[in-house]
């Protein structure tokens, strides 16, 4: 079967440092990856989607990127955190064909102080 | 722009009842909607799924409906019980069919 990692679960920084999430997914093979972000309360907000190997696809501007370096492993990143980054960032995953249900992860917290 | 939205914030339901929790799109394309379960401090967990090619899908005590003339959708929970207090997002593909077009979410509250 198939799961979905994703670490630190809580994670707090000061503003200006630089942040690394990671995302992993096991048991299958090329799959779509994404990285959400959900303020409280609120729903949720795509940042960036993949549909292979360094392929990035960005849907809004923001103070963050994203990389694939590798099928199953998705990152999440910031040079320089603002206070507005605070949330909690979700990663999912989809089969890579058609209409699919995406599947998330546990979720890091983030809180910029 | 288009956007997915849901009518009713919070649900306060007693245990033992059906609960209906809806949701309003706005971009006619939309054809494939998902509703989400949010416990707190969790990933959203996958509940059910519909495309746009049918009206009506059930699964285990859920039951989504489609009215694509109203472009509306509801998840019926059947005999809802405490586990089932949680946030539910509906959520719609996007013209690019890669993403997810999310609701802001209904808080469903079962009480004893």
């Known amino acids: 079967s198939q799961t979905i990692h994703q670490w630190p679960a809580t994670l707090v920084q000061p503003v200006g440092s630089p942040l690394s999430l990671e995302c992993t997914v096991e048991?299958?093979?090329?799959?779509?990856l994404y990285w959400y972000r959900q303020a409280a309360g609120r729903g949720l907000q795509l940042l960036f989607y993949?549909?292979?190997?360094?392929?990035i696809s960005s849907e809004v501007p923001q103070n963050l990127s994203a990389s694939r370096p590798q099928d199953r492993q998705f990152i999440l990143s910031s040079k320089k955190l603002l206070l507005s980054d605070s949330g909690f960032y979700l990663c999912?995953?989809?089969?890579?064909?058609?209409?699919?249900?995406?599947?998330f992860g546990p979720g890091t917290r983030l809180t910029v102080l | 722009g288009e956007s997915v939205g849901l009518h009713l914030p919070t649900l306060s339901v007693q245990e033992g009842d059906n609960s209906i929790i809806n949701c309003a799109y706005s971009?006619?394309?939309?054809?494939?909607f998902i509703w989400y379960k949010q416990e707190s401090g969790k990933g959203p967990q996958f509940i059910i799924d519909?495309?746009?090619?049918?009206d009506k899908r059930q699964g285990q005590r859920v039951t989504v409906l489609l009215n694509k003339t109203v472009k509306h959708l509801s998840l019926q929970i059947a005999a809802t019980q405490p586990g089932d207090s949680a946030v539910y997002f509906c959520?719609?593909?996007?013209?690019?069919?890669?993403?997810?077009?999310f609701g802001k979410g209904t808080s469903l509250l079962v009480t004893p």
């Open positions: 999912a995953w989809s089969v890579n064909s058609g209409y699919n249900e995406q599947f």
């Open positions: 048991g299958t093979s090329n799959p779509n």
């Open positions: 993949s549909v292979g190997i360094g392929q």
């Open positions: 971009n006619s394309a939309s054809d494939y």
């Open positions: 519909i495309r746009s090619n049918m």
């Open positions: 959520a719609e593909n996007t013209n690019s069919g890669y993403a997810l077009n």
